[in-house]
């Protein structure tokens, strides 16, 4: 019956007869008959169509909206955004933490790639408003690997969202079924856990108009590419002798577009030119703002990933605090789910539940970003010994001076190794001499250079000059052409010179020794 646009239907019982024992052994999953997906192209009437069905009060049912949706998650600016939007929360390091200390077995339980996995679900239920996680613990059977959890591993599967009715909390043996079994009973509470409002409809909902106008648009577009890409031609004849015109028709369709056609006297064909600069941009412009609409969507705005007519740094700042926004945001959702609901589920692996999980407090960017700075400081500065020691607790290496752990941590950032010789070179001008006493003892320090060996001649001071994004060392000369040759060390490791120009600036630049280094015990220590 219908009322008002609306589809009643006559309200029935759910199943109330329970999963056989071997059902239950097997997993909830195993009574459920798949479908394919129904592939089809969509406008917006389906879209209100499946949305009219999915807010239905007395018969709700989501699978034409699961359907456009999978044809929605297909689009390439969809694919991109949300890829980006998930790999801002499993890239971090999630922790559990017990009496403020890492728990290290719920640590490598969750390091498993099928937990990384987990994790990206958890994030698509934004996207799709609600999912029907199964757990599968050892000793139980999964029925899509179709295998045994024999190792006790985090296993499990999302309960395709066509198959559930979170409204009634029901599963449905058949996508179409009016009702199911409920799974919200003592027997599935162990093995099923909910996440989402039974309501919510997803972030898919409004991200689906935009895609859907985008992709046929662009099926309108290839048309007319097609049609425009053939010129059209108009035929005039002096005669009208019908048998003429066939002919005259005949041959230039026999032609083709770029064929040649011998035609009689009388006949004059015009090629019309169908393309125009104007039609072009018009489609251009309605897909572009169509991605766009996409991107804002999902990121809260498109100054990060959209390619921009222009703009300032302002603008990008404030893009980028917006998509920040985003992140902080699926952050808390993503924690709060975990606390709330995952972590009572964790003594069916035989973990406490008494922790809590958090993302470590420094990620890599943040991590890369102190290192520079503090590379930079220690450059003017020496840091202390105490600074690196509570900074960089996992880095510091007591045995070793504050050279090894800056350039081994500005190293690791870098992903790259400084080879041996230049590390040597490095320390000569970067070291350290024995103290008398521990009050005296010295920090790191740019050793005097002089004009020629045995510590004779003039001497120089070693200064810094940042060169794009390193340090050079160079002589402090207020002529550099004037500067020596070649420079030694009080051990007389022999240091080329080489002038050359820094931002349209000469400077004398200290380059690698010539001969293999000497090292003795006035210098401590080394950054191998």
């Known amino acids: 019956m219908e009322i008002l646009g609306y589809t009643l239907f006559t309200k029935t019982k759910p199943i109330t007869q329970k999963p056989t024992k071997e059902e239950r052994k097997r997993g909830v999953s195993f009574g459920i008959n798949l479908r394919a997906i129904t592939r089809s192209s969509k406008d917006i009437d389906d879209w209100l169509t499946a949305l009219k069905n999915a807010e239905s009060i007395i018969n709700p049912r989501r699978t034409k909206l699961y359907d456009l949706y999978f044809h929605m998650v297909l689009d390439d600016d969809y694919i991109t955004a949300t890829d980006k939007r998930k790999a801002a929360i ?4 999630l922790q559990y933490m017990i009496n403020d200390k890492v728990n290290e077995n719920v640590d490598e339980f969750i390091g498993y790639p099928s937990f990384r996995e987990f994790k990206k679900e958890v ?6 408003g609600f999912s029907l996680f199964e757990f599968y613990y050892k000793g139980q059977f999964n029925p899509y690997s179709n295998q045994i959890n024999i190792t006790g ?7 395709p969202r066509k198959h559930v009715s979170p409204q009634f909390g029901e599963i449905l043996k058949g996508a179409f079924d009016v009702r199911g079994y409920p799974y919200r009973t003592p027997d599935f509470e162990k093995n099923l856990l909910e996440l989402g409002k039974p309501d919510d409809l997803g972030l898919l909902l409004v991200i689906s108009i935009p895609v859907i106008y985008k992709r046929n648009s662009l099926g309108d577009w290839a048309q007319y590419s097609e049609l425009a890409g053939n010129n059209f031609r108009s035929v005039k ?9 066939e002919q005259v028709t005949r041959a230039l369709n026999e032609a083709g577009s770029g064929g040649i056609v011998s035609l009689p006297e009388g006949v004059d064909v015009d090629f019309v030119r169908n393309s125009s600069q104007s039609s072009n941009q018009l489609f251009e412009n309605f897909n572009k703002e169509q991605s766009n609409d996409i991107l804002r969507l999902i990121l809260g705005q498109t100054g990060t990933t959209a390619d921009a007519d222009g703009g300032s740094f302002a603008r990008a700042k404030v893009s980028l605090d917006v998509e920040r926004s985003v ?3 699926d952050k808390t959702y993503f924690l709060d789910f975990m606390n709330y609901k995952f972590k009572d589920y964790l003594p069916h692996w035989g973990f406490p539940s008494t922790g809590q999980f958090r993302f470590e407090d420094i990620d890599i960017k943040t991590r890369r970003q102190q290192v520079e700075e503090d590379k930079l400081l220690n450059d003017l500065r020496p840091l202390s010994e105490k600074y690196l ?12 001076s504050n050279v090894k752990n800056i350039m081994s941590m500005v190293n690791a950032f870098h992903g790259n190794k400084i080879p041996k010789a230049e590390q040597d070179w490095i320390y000569m001008i970067h070291h350290m001499h024995p103290p008398k006493s521990e009050e005296e003892m010295e920090e790191l320090h740019h050793c005097i250079l002089f004009k020629d060996e045995d510590e004779k001649g003039k001497k120089h001071e070693v200064k810094h000059k940042k060169d794009g994004k390193v340090f050079q060392h160079r002589l402090d000369v207020s002529d550099p052409q004037k500067a020596p040759e070649y420079v030694f060390d009080h051990l007389n490791n022999k240091y080329p010179i080489n002038v050359r120009k820094i931002d349209k600036v000469e400077y004398a630049i200290i380059t690698k020794p010539t001969k293999k280094i000497k090292h003795d015990d006035k210098a401590i220590g080394n950054i191998n």
């Open 153 to 159: 591993d985090f296993d499990y599967h999302l309960i």
């Open 123 to 128: 994030m698509d239920t934004i996207f799709w």
């Open 90 to 93: 499993t890239s971090l390091n």
């Open 237 to 245: 004849l002096t005669e009208s002798d019908k048998t003429k015109r």
């Open 327 to 329: 992140h902080d945001n």
């Open 389 to 400: 020691k509570e900074k960089y607790p996992d880095e510091y290496d007591e045995e070793k």
